[in-house]
């Protein structure tokens, strides 16, 4: 089946550094979304990224989509105390159920 | 607009135990899902619902697991008998589909319950 892969596991980081997660799929993507999930809450839906080579940022966010459609990205850049959590990808094939396949995730701690 | 609720949002239960979980997706949400969430790994989806039609369990233990949304809104999950590795968080999820001729999938979750099997 689909495996959806994710590195590091764990990163901390000084507040201030940037921060890079990174997410791979076994198989081709239809379009991965990233969520992240804050100590003790749920999965809270950060975007989707559709296209091939697709970049989309968010204020210090900034997500990519691989040309092959099997790798993405999240990058933070300047991280702040309030990036703390669990950042997860989950990757969606082509089909009509829309299932997504989710990664283990990187837990993000930032020291202040 | 209401998010996804969810009850219990605790639960303890002994080995051969049987419980239930109930989800209340937002309104107008054709798509629902449940997923197991174990310590230190991502949800791992159990079952998707579209309307009140499954249309992936193909990680459900069904021998233990089932799972129903009657009348395409509410939904409830059951365990029955549980097992020690049955302690996870159940996050249920919903989204919009293809409801109101718009097809988006990003998924809003519940705040889970938290089960505990002794």
């Known amino acids: 089946g689909q495996q959806v892969m994710q590195i590091p596991q764990y990163q901390h980081v000084q507040e201030g550094e940037d921060f890079t997660t990174y997410c791979n799929s076994s198989?081709?993507?239809?379009?991965i979304q990233w969520y992240k999930q804050r100590p003790g809450g749920h999965p809270v839906f950060l975007i989707q990224?559709?296209?091939?080579?697709e970049v989309k940022k968010q204020k210090r966010l900034t997500f990519q989509f691989g040309e092959a459609k099997k790798n993405s990205s999240l990058h933070i850049t300047a991280t702040q105390t309030t990036d703390v959590g669990t950042y997860f990808c989950?990757?969606?094939?082509?089909?009509?159920?829309?299932?997504?396949?989710f990664g283990k995730g990187t837990l993000l701690t930032v020291n202040p | 607009e209401a998010g996804v609720a969810q009850s219990p949002r605790y639960k303890i239960i002994e080995k051969r135990q049987s419980v239930a979980f109930w989800c209340n997706p937002i309104?107008?949400?054709?798509?629902l899902y449940w997923y197991q969430q174990i310590l230190g790994q991502g949800p791992k989806l159990l079952i998707q619902?579209?309307?009140?039609?499954?249309?992936?369990d193909s990680q459900l233990p069904k021998d233990r697991f089932s799972a129903e949304r009657l009348k395409g809104v509410d939904s409830t999950l059951k365990i029955q008998p549980a097992k020690l590795e049955d302690s996870a968080v159940y996050l249920c999820?919903?989204?919009?589909?293809?409801?109101?001729?718009?097809?988006?999938?990003?998924?809003?979750f519940g705040p889970g319950t938290r089960l505990t099997v002794t």
């Open positions: 309104s107008g949400h054709a798509t």
């Open positions: 999820a919903s989204s919009p589909g293809l409801a109101g001729g718009t097809s988006s999938y990003e998924q809003y």
């Open positions: 990224l559709v296209k091939s080579g």
């Open positions: 989950a990757g969606r094939r082509g089909g009509s159920n829309y299932k997504l396949t």
């Open positions: 198989t081709t993507l239809s379009n």
């Open positions: 619902f579209q309307n009140n039609g499954v249309v992936d």
